[in-house]
């Protein structure tokens, strides 16, 4: 008996999911709004659009200034090139990627879905664009409800073609990042892409146009991982966007000129503004939820209300749990510590790894057939093959030498040798030495490329030397 209502509370949960999942999906139309807030987003939106779309534009030493060229396996960026050898670079830029998300998470909540993240840059540019062909928000409702018509169907048709448009030059930027881009504009012009390029072009326009276009908070709610996880990240001084209780309820509408507390209404009004400039469709009211992308529009009309009214700003804004309940909130905490130091670590790694990288790359394989030969002069000699990879942008002569043995001779019938830029050059070498100067089976050597042009350009690869024992 006393487990009915409990099942019946679950069944009526379960009931709750089950519609928010299979339910059809209702157009959001969201309220233009102005703010502090707004002209962040703006100004995100056009540091960010701006450099996806003018970086590949850009040249280096008369190439292209990032360029990442798959077919000769090598990556331009600002005039160091990296090779498939460098792809440790790129693990550390992932690992670095995933600790800032986790960094700015825990310090400020979702800063990343609401201001930097790539659904909501272009969404807030497709929005832009709906608003400027099919008018404000109620407008694009009435336009919305009226039957087809040929006025109807010449605007819908305008806002589609603007956001295909679009998308086609931002798939089109997209290739442009691993296809030169001049190059690639000439063969669009003259309708001579390859296969591949028009895939990628009119896959990634199709991908924007879908995502920013139709699916928008869709995407947020239930095909990002990130909406899921982040609670994991979240704690009571992390930087939220909460609607203040205390102050706000008990809800309701009145005139300007009637005081609230004389009628026991707390200061919302209830004007739903907040529910109609949200992105995802959700109440603030309601607390947080994983559908807050933290964009802080609810922030910027709830301001503008208060003015109104004339009453203090802040009914929703940015805060903490800790802080809506009038406890102290703590900055910096062992979780931010923890991310700053281990951030700090890999990006200072990085940096002087880079800085300090050596654009030339040798690998000494020895020949395994034989472990050593004795020639008629009863030297002892090893057989290698040395692959000279030059990881510069221009050409270089090297030369190659050995140590760590005395009285160790190179043999290298090709002497001083040239490898172009991105090449690999392999070169056959010996190593002899009288039989007295071994102390053991396996002895340590090493083999020195060095750059004639450029002597900082050098490597020191070790290798084994094998042969008898006589003493």
């Known amino acids: 008996m006393n487990d009915q209502p409990a099942n019946q509370a679950n069944e009526g949960q379960d009931d709750a999911v089950e519609r928010s999942l299979y339910a059809k999906r209702e157009k959001i139309y969201a309220r233009e709004v102005h703010g502090i807030y707004a002209r962040l987003r703006v100004l995100a939106v056009l540091v960010l659009l701006g450099a996806y779309y003018g970086v590949p534009w850009l040249t280096w030493d008369g190439r292209q200034a990032v360029l990442l060229d798959l077919p000769n396996r090598q990556f331009q960026l600002f005039g160091i090139t990296f090779w498939p050898q460098d792809f440790f670079y790129l693990a550390a830029l992932l690992i670095i990627a995933a600790l800032s998300l ?45 039957p087809l018509s040929a006025r109807k169907f010449a605007i819908k048709g305008g806002k589609h073609a603007a956001w295909i448009l679009f998308s086609l030059y931002t798939g089109f930027t997209f290739v442009g990042y691993f296809t030169p881009i001049h190059d690639l504009a000439a063969r669009v012009v003259t309708l001579e892409l390859g296969p591949w390029e028009t895939f990628w072009i009119l896959f990634y326009s199709f991908a924007t146009y879908g995502n920013a276009g139709w699916m928008r908070e869709q995407v947020c709610i239930y095909m990002c991982p990130y909406a899921r996880f982040q609670s994991a990240m979240f704690d009571k001084d992390t930087l939220i966007i ?174 001083e040798f040239a490898v172009e830029s991105g090449r690999v050059l392999e070169v056959p070498v010996r190593l002899r030495i009288d039989p007295v100067n071994i102390d053991r089976a396996s002895s340590k050597v090493a083999f020195e490329v060095v750059a004639l042009d450029n002597p900082d350009i050098v490597h020191v690869e070790p290798a084994r030397f094998l042969g008898p024992v006589l003493r």
């Open 242 to 415: 909460s609607y203040d209780d205390d102050r706000g309820e008990p809800r309701g509408g009145r005139k300007r000129s009637v005081n609230p507390a004389e009628v026991g209404l707390g200061d919302c009004i209830d004007c739903s503004l907040c529910v109609q400039v949200c992105p995802t469709g959700i109440d603030i009211r309601d607390g947080l939820q994983f559908e807050c992308i933290g964009c802080a529009a609810c922030v910027d009309v709830c301001d503008e209300v208060m003015d109104k009214m004339g009453y203090p700003k802040g009914l929703v804004r940015y805060t903490t749990e800790h802080s809506v309940h009038a406890e102290k909130t703590h900055v910096l905490r062992p979780r931010v510590f923890v991310y700053a130091t281990l951030l700090s670590v890999l990006v200072g790694a990085l940096v002087v790894s880079i800085a300090g990288r050596v654009p030339l790359e040798v690998d000494v394989i020895r020949d395994r057939l034989a472990l050593y030969k004795e020639t008629n002069e009863g030297l002892i000699e090893n057989t290698y093959n040395v692959k000279v990879v030059n990881k510069d942008q221009i050409p270089h002569r090297y030369r190659l030498s050995a140590s760590g043995l005395e009285g160790l001779e190179l043999i290298n019938t090709m002497g």
């Open 102 to 146: 986790f960094f700015f998470t825990a310090l400020a909540g979702r800063l990343w879905c609401g201001y930097a993240c790539p659904q909501t840059v272009w969404t807030e540019v497709f929005m832009w664009i709906e608003r400027k062909i099919e008018g404000d928000r109620p407008k694009q409702m009435k336009l919305d409800k009226m």
